[in-house]
Each structure stands twice: as C-alpha cells, then as structure tokens.
C-alpha cells in the first residue's frame, strides 16, 4: 500500500456548508463553516478530532486559515482568531443529556450568546461569553451532583 492513510476521519450528516478540513497530521472532518474571507473560514462547529488528537485545537466560531484542494476539501493551515467564547466541556449520561432541567440551561446559554453543541450522545461542549460562563457550568455541575445522589 502507499502513501499514508489518515489516522482518523469523521463525518456528519449532509450539508451544503459542510466541508471535510484536512489537517496536518493526515485527519480529516467534514465540518459546516463560512467562508469569511480568501482562505479564511469561520467554525460553525467544533472540531471533536482536534480535541482529541495532536492537533491545535479548533472550536465554535474560531476563524482559521485553510487553501482550497484539488478535491474541494480544506487544507487547515492556523487559526486566524480564536472565538470570545469560553469552551467547557462535560460528559453527561442519558438521564441528564434528555432531562428538561439540561433544556432549560441550554436555552439560557442561547438566550445569553452562546451556543451548545452535543457528540457521541452525552459529550456537550457549552460556548458561553465570559461573564456568563461560570454561572451556566455550576448549574450544570449541579445537575451532575443531583443526579449523583439519586
């Protein structure tokens, strides 16, 4: 066999915004962004590989610097700028993941800027503005202890 296969690939569901962004240790991800300039693309989601791998990590509303393949899909060069939002992130289980008490802190995290993203079933990524952040993952680690003691 030749040449070097990418150690990690993951796709989405369909999109015309969605493009597969090729980073440089060979992964790859479909993900949906906006083109906000040449070359420069803004993340309308994170990227769950680069959380996970030795790539820079690239979240919600970061703005990186990327060329146009033969193939269509993105080269990722840098981030450009990274996002105001404060990323946290929680492994949540099922029962708190379809709790109306999650949905009511998530509709506040929208209400108050931010924005939600939710993987693999209980993995939640929460992108808050600074001055709200703190509030919004103390409830949310209340919902974890209240769950605990049940």
Known sequence: MTG?????????????????????NGDSELLLIRSVGPDQFR??????LSLASDVMEVRFHDVIRATTQADGSLRFHEVVSKSDLQTSIWLLSRQIVESADLRSVLDDVTDLGGASEQAFGGYLLVHMP??????????????????QTR
């Open 4 to 24: 070097k296969l990418p150690t990690a690939r993951v796709e989405y569901g369909g999109n015309e915004l969605r493009k597969t962004v090729v980073f440089a």
């Open 43 to 48: 993340l309308e989601e994170s990227s769950l």
């Open 130 to 147: 600074p001055a709200g952040a703190e509030a919004i993952n103390e409830r949310i680690r209340v919902l974890l202890v209240h769950n």
